[in-house]
Structure formats: C-alpha cells, structure tokens
C-alpha cells in the first residue's frame, strides 16, 4: 500500500539526487539506478514516478530554472531603475543557489539535452526569451537601440561564463563571474546612446 502524501517528496528527492548526479559525472552518463540510489529508493519507484531518464532530466532541469526564476524575482522585488535592475538579474545568475558546481554541470549538460530532446530545446528556448526580455526592460532605457545587441551579448557572456567555471578546478567563483560581467555592461552604458 503506498504512503499517501509520499510523492511529491520522494519526486523532489529525486530531482535533487539527478542533479547531484550530474554534478558529480559532469554529464548526463549516469544511470537511474545511481539517482535513485542517491534519493534512498529503488530505480523501479524512480521509473514509476518519472517514466524514463529523460523525464527525469527534464524535472531536474525545470527545478533549477524555477530556483532561478524565483531568485531573479526576488532580486529584482528588492531594487528600483534599470541599472539596478540590470545588476540584480546578472547577481541573481551567479548566486551560490544558482552557481554552485552541480546546479553549473546540470546546466551545460541541460544544453546537451536540448540539442536532442525537444521538451529540453523548448525549456531552454523559454528560458532564453525570458532572460533577454529582463534584459531588454532594463537596457533600453539606458542605452537605446543598442539594447538588443548587449542583451545577446550578455545572454551569451553567462553562457560562457558558466562553461569557463565548469571546466575549472575547484568550486565556481561567484564574485569573480559576476564582476566579469558588470564589467562587459559597464563598458556597454560608456557608450549609450
């Protein structure tokens, strides 16, 4: 007989356990046998509350974009103006919840994912329209008709930042990713419109 109310938490331990995964494999080469190890259950409850390792995947991958997604709106709750704004979305996307080792490896590999699996490309497209829209808000009032350019440019410096960070040694460097990137936008608003 199963355990009413269980659900939900053992499919929140199972997300949290893919991505622990993932983060200790950097990639997407680990077995449902080994998460559902982690979550402290078997891989049979594990395919009875997800199906397959893809929709597993793709649970991990839509906690972490709503973790994300919740931290930009509190960060931007906090702050008035649009370089404000700017700033807030930008420290939100290396925040220690956002940008520690496993949440990074999960991801790039979720980059992987969506080159194959379109449930992945769509959550990824999603995620890239909602990031250059914040940015658009923020950037026209400051620097006009260039906004979409920086927006792209920016979209694709935490991109890369997030690459270089995963293939380092040691834990990400959030003070550092975020100071690389205030950098690139202060240059941007020199030359405003």
Known sequence: MPKLGMEPIRKAALVKATIVEIGRAGSLDVTVSQIAKRAGMSS??????????????????????????????????????????????????????????????????????????????????????????????????????????VADGLGALIDGVYLREALKEGPPDSASSVATVLEFVAAELKGRD
């Not at 103006?81 to 949440?103: K, W, Y």
């Not at 959550?123 to 329209?129: F, G, P």
């Open 44 to 149: 049979a409850l594990a395919h009875h509350y997800f199906g397959s390792k893809e929709d597993i995947f793709l649970a991990a991958m839509r906690h972490i974009l709503s973790l994300y997604g919740a931290e930009v709106r509190g960060a931007l709750s906090a702050v008035d103006g649009p370089e404000a704004r700017l700033q807030a979305i930008l420290r939100a996307s290396f925040s220690p919840g956002n940008f520690r080792r496993e949440a990074v490896s999960a991801w790039l590999n979720f980059y992987v994912l969506a080159q194959t699996v379109p449930q992945a490309r769509r959550l990824l497209a999603i995620y890239q329209r909602r990031l250059k829209s914040n940015l658009l808000f923020c950037l026209r009032p400051l620097i006009g008709t260039r906004a979409d350019a």
